[in-house]
Nanobody, 130 residues
């Protein structure tokens, strides 16, 4: 079956960096090249929100609060999605989830509509201390 497995979370001081990975498997195609894929997060006591998405068309979008600090990238040979996080802030503390849109309904205008994503990982915790 399809699996998205996140890793790379941990504890870091404010100003530091982390790189999250999301390994995909079980899809009929190479998931990272066939599907749009992205990162979302849920901070304590808050709703899950978008972070950065690479659409099926290859357009990469970020929410305002991570622009210039976070970078989404893909390694199709490894079938892995990455999130490079720099200049981390305490407000970046959250559980980070990767998600895949494999029917092509996600574009740069609706990338934060979570119901459009077909598959989700279990999440990896990131804690930033100030």
């Amino acid at each position: 079956q399809v699996q998205l497995v996140e890793s790379g979370g941990g504890s870091v001081q404010a100003g530091g960096s982390l790189r999250l990975s999301c390994a995909a498997s079980g899809f009929r195609e190479t998931m990272t090249s066939y599907c749009g894929m992205g990162w979302f997060r849920r901070a304590p006591g808050k709703d899950r929100e978008g972070v950065g998405v690479s659409t099926r068309a290859g357009v990469v979008v970020y929410t305002d609060f991570v622009k210039g600090r976070f970078t989404v990238s893909i390694d199709n040979a490894k079938e892995t999605l990455y999130l490079e996080m720099n200049k981390l802030k305490s407000e970046d503390t959250a559980t980070y989830y990767c998600a895949a849109d494999c029917d092509g309904s996600v574009n740069e205008f609706n990338a934060w509509e979570q119901y459009r994503y077909d598959f989700w990982g279990q999440g990896t915790q990131v804690t930033v201390s100030s």
